[in-house]
């Protein structure tokens, strides 16, 4: 995660500037940020070379069937059930890849190196992963590489060189406008709010404060950041944490930020046990099926993500591509099943496309 292939290069010396301004938001990484414009104007990404590794010797795996491990940060909630579906469905439409999800109980780092070491001796052609830390992971994913095995990251990037393809859900600096815009126009211009995060090095989440931090000093200066905790991706710890937020700042906690489909909806489950509802707003990243019952009941206007099944549907066919030869340095997209053609930007990351806003109007429409 700590390296510039996440930022792209339009506005980098306002933006700079303005991140050396200001102390920076715990949790946040320390990379240049690329705020987008306050209205609705896109940004077009510069192009860049290719920055991802390769794997040694490979052999010939073009049309034949591919042995596939998934490592996600860790099985068993919502979201990351979602990816693998997304993972299992493409590799049953190809029909060439064998395909399985095998991550750790807890978002462990040590865990999830032990399993890809393990695979790795075992053997398999291709890995797909998403980090829980980006530099820890890097040995072990060179090591596939180095190994002849083709990897590729979704979700949650390593460092490039340890990887070839990194599938991004969303350009962190939409999903930053997308949820300081939904907090600001809850919580007003000079609201005060608080963030709960997985862990301050997790990358996706790091990337995502550092461009929010950007976005709101750029276009909702008198907003007030209070506070960043850590829930490591637990349910409980979550609740608790946010509960903590609410009793320690009181009436001038206006507003939390989830940045996981864990404390999104863990946040609002406390903001509605304290009786807080329409007081505090939950703005965060989660998956619709969580977020139904305090949509619902009005507790929580607006949810930001993209559909991590198209996510996990994506890796597989960008890993498949890349197993075939047919996604190689330079390339400018990718085929990737009923998806489509997706843009590689930044030069080795493959754009699934723009966040969603799931309100009370579309969230029944859908099923994950």
């Known amino acids: 995660m700590r390296n510039v292939v996440f930022s792209a290069l339009l506005a980098l010396s306002f933006s700079t500037s303005l991140s050396h301004a200001q102390s920076a938001w715990t949790g946040a990484d320390d990379l240049p940020t690329n705020p987008l414009a306050?209205?609705?104007?896109?940004?077009?990404?510069?192009?860049?070379?290719?920055?991802?590794?390769?794997?040694?010797n490979a052999p010939d795996r073009k049309g034949k069937t591919i042995k596939v491990v998934d490592v996600p940060k860790l099985v068993g909630?919502?979201?990351?059930?979602?990816?693998?579906?997304?993972?299992?469905?493409?590799?049953?439409?190809?029909?060439?890849m064998d395909a399985k999800t095998d991550g750790p109980s807890k978002a462990n780092i040590d865990d999830q190196i032990t399993l890809i070491d393990n695979y790795i001796t075992s053997g398999v052609d291709g890995i797909l992963f998403a980090a829980n830390?980006?530099?820890?992971?890097?040995?072990?994913?060179?090591?596939?590489?180095?190994?002849?095995?083709?990897?590729?990251?979704?979700d949650a990037n390593s460092t490039p060189d340890a990887?070839?393809?990194?599938?991004?859900?969303?350009?962190?600096?939409?999903?930053?406008?997308?949820?300081?815009?939904?907090?600001?126009?809850?919580?007003?211009?000079?609201?005060?709010?608080?963030?709960?995060?997985?862990t301050f090095t997790t990358p996706n989440q790091a990337r995502w404060i550092a461009e929010m931090q950007a976005y709101q000093a750029k276009c909702h200066p008198d907003m007030k950041w209070l506070e960043t905790v850590e829930a490591q991706e637990d349910n409980i710890l979550s609740f608790n944490q946010s509960n903590t937020l609410i009793n320690k700042y009181g009436d001038e906690l206006k507003g939390i930020f989830g940045m996981t489909s864990v404390a999104t909806p863990a946040a609002a489950d406390a903001v509605t046990?304290?009786?807080?509802?329409?007081?505090?707003?939950?703005?965060?990243?989660?998956?619709?099926?969580?977020?139904?019952p305090y949509v619902a009941s009005d507790c929580v206007k607006s949810v930001v993500l993209w559909n991590p099944v198209d996510l996990g549907y994506a890796a597989a066919y960008v890993l498949r591509?890349?197993?075939?030869?047919?996604?190689?340095?330079?390339?400018?997209?990718?085929?990737?099943?009923?998806?489509?053609?997706?843009?590689?930007?930044?030069?080795?990351?493959?754009?699934?496309?723009?966040p969603t806003i799931f309100t009370k109007d579309n969230i029944n429409d859908f099923d994950f």
Do not use: H
């Open 321 to 354: 591509a890349a197993a075939d030869g047919t996604l190689t340095p330079g390339a400018t997209s990718v085929s990737a099943g009923k998806l489509g053609d997706l843009s590689v930007i930044n030069g080795s990351e493959i754009l699934l496309g723009a």
């Open 163 to 198: 990887r070839q393809w990194f599938v991004n859900q969303a350009e962190f600096n939409g999903i930053a406008k997308a949820m300081v815009d939904s907090m600001a126009a809850e919580i007003g211009e000079d609201g005060a709010f608080a963030i709960v995060t997985s």
């Open 38 to 56: 306050c209205d609705a104007t896109p940004a077009t990404p510069a192009a860049a070379d290719y920055d991802g590794g390769q794997p040694t």
């Open 273 to 292: 046990q304290a009786g807080k509802c329409g007081s505090i707003a939950v703005v965060g990243l989660a998956t619709p099926n969580a977020m139904k």
């Open 133 to 154: 830390d980006p530099v820890a992971i890097a040995p072990v994913l060179k090591k596939a590489l180095a190994a002849g095995i083709n990897v590729v990251g979704y």
């Open 77 to 96: 909630i919502g979201y990351f059930n979602a990816t693998s579906k997304g993972i299992a469905d493409a590799a049953a439409e190809m029909g060439t």
